[in-house]
């Protein structure tokens, strides 16, 4: 079993809706039920325009979209321009084989060595155990709980900030002279 991760395409848009709109998925998620493809289409060719900074990734194994990610600005906001977001889903059969994890390690290799990025956020529900694990294995922090965060299945439910900040930030080589 081979995992590639690569960037996402356009014609990726029918495999990540069907991942989105697996119920063992979006419940996850901050993703709402009935994924449109055609809305995924859209949202692929946005972020992909010449000049975006997102990064959106997805995960195959034998030749099978399995997951997909995305790496986002975490707003316009001068101030928190070294920040950026994250957010992944895998299908239910694909989970517990390594898919999170490269695509994780992906998104997390991405934003240290080439965007400047020097910390990582995101939101996961307190009671998504495997993925809470996942992020603390890949250096991200529990930083606190958002009460009543998001409405799931008729439930308001509580989720956790996690943060990961940079564990070797750039820093300017030293002056060579030709």
Known sequence: MTITVRRARVDDA???????DDP??????????YASVEGHRTRLTEFLAPGKVDLLLVAEMDGK????SGLHPAGVAQRRRHVMT???????AAQGRGVGTALMQ???????RWTGTQRLELTV????AT????YRKLGFEMEGRH????????????????????????????????
Do not use: E
């Open 147 to 178: 009460r009543g965060y998001a409405m799931r299945d008729g439930q308001y439910v509580d989720a956790f900030a996690m943060a990961r900040v940079h564990p070797n930030p750039p820093a300017i080589g030293p002056v060579t002279t030709p």
């Open 14 to 20: 029918a495999a990540i809706a069907a991942i989105m």
């Open 86 to 92: 994250l957010g992944i889903s895998v299908l239910p």
């Open 65 to 68: 979209v399995v997951g997909s």
């Open 24 to 33: 063992a998925v979006y419940g996850g998620l901050m993703q709402m039920p």
């Open 131 to 134: 993925a809470i694990a996942l």
């Open 125 to 128: 529900y307190v009671d998504n």
């Open 106 to 112: 992906a998104m997390c290799d991405y934003a240290d």
